[in-house]
Nanobody, 123 residues
Framework: QVQLVESGGGLVQVGGSLRLSCAVS????????MGWYRQAPGKQRETVATITSDSTTNYADSVKGRFTGSRDNAKKTMILQMNSLNSEDTAVYSC?????????????????WGQGTQVTVSS
């Protein structure tokens, strides 16, 4: 069974840094696009960063220059390095991956989500 597990969230002061990790487990053929999303209380889910299979990365304007996303296809992991955090970054962060698996009937492409990790930035 394919699963995505995030780690690295927590409490940090304004101006601090955190590093989020997302690990893919299970039998897969390939990981296509990956990404990080966040949702703050009372707000809609926001795309933070997306990373293609060749590691082309796009960021939300609100995090450009502060966050850096990367992935290691061999290790099936994705990292989000978050620097210069501010209170607006407080949210539950979730990782996402579009994954191809081998089924008895052939290949299947499906979207998977992690359970989310809380990031809280205090002033």
């Amino acid at each position: 069974q394919v699963q995505l597990v995030e780690s690295g969230g927590g409490l940090v002061q304004v101006g601090g840094s955190l590093r989020l990790s997302c690990a893919v487990s299970g039998s897969i053929v390939t990981i296509n696009n990956m990404g990080w999303y966040r949702q703050a209380p009372g707000k809609q889910r926001e795309t933070v960063a997306t990373i293609t299979s060749d590691s082309t990365t796009n960021y939300a304007d609100s995090v450009k220059g502060r966050f850096t996303g990367s992935r290691d296809n061999a290790k099936k992991t994705m990292i989000l390095q978050m620097n210069s955090l501010n209170s607006e970054d407080t949210a539950v962060y979730s990782c996402y991956a579009r994954i191809t698996t081998k089924q008895n009937s052939g290949f299947r492409v499906r979207d998977y989500w992690g359970q989310g990790t809380q990031v809280t930035v205090s002033s």
